[in-house]
């Protein structure tokens, strides 16, 4: 009978945790910094996540990069993680994405011509959670940004919100 019990006992709290980690349908903001290594600049950001079942989120986001001898750009990402929990806090997800991004060179010489380039690619990478309270969340992503003539490495760091 004792067994039962504990048997029964271990069940019901294994229910309880399935139960509190019922993500789906649940919105979420935030903003982000990193660094990116073909523009070889600091960018910041704002994103927003979709949970569209308990582990696959959608993650729109927006980052402006500052400017660095002549160069500038700014980007729009339309990525999708699998969310793995690893215990309480912490979540490990792989990312895929597309991508889309704007490139000006303004040249400070007479001689060089200036230019400006929209390119689209695709994301692959991925990102570890960390859930500092209830709603409040960090992150770390690390992605590689795959595109014609500006493929790069790209690290972000974050921290957001859930609705």
Do not use: C
Not at 44 to 56: A, D, E, K, L, Q
Not at 93 to 114: M, R, V
Not at 115 to 125: A, D, E, F, I, V
Not at 151 to 159: A, D, G, T, V, W
């Amino acid at each position: 009978m004792r067994k039962i019990i504990i048997i029964s006992t271990v069940f019901l709290m294994l229910g309880t945790t399935k139960a509190l980690s019922q993500y789906e349908g649940t919105f979420g903001m935030g903003a982000h910094a990193g660094y990116a290594k073909e523009i070889n600049s600091m960018g910041v950001g704002f994103h927003f996540h979709y949970f569209y079942t308990n582990s696959i989120r959608f993650a729109p986001s927006y980052t402006y990069y500052l400017p660095a001898k002549g160069r500038n750009m700014w980007e729009i990402d339309m990525d999708a993680h699998y969310v793995i929990p690893i215990n309480w806090e912490f979540s490990f997800y792989p990312i895929a994405g597309l991508h889309y991004s704007s490139w000006k060179y303004e040249s400070k010489e007479y001689d060089t011509d200036s230019w400006s380039k929209q390119r689209p690619g695709l994301n692959l990478g991925a990102g570890i959670q960390y859930d500092l309270r209830y709603k409040v969340r960090t992150g770390l992503e690390m992605k590689y940004q795959v595109m014609r003539d500006f493929s790069q490495l790209n690290i972000m760091l974050s921290i957001g919100f859930w609705i």
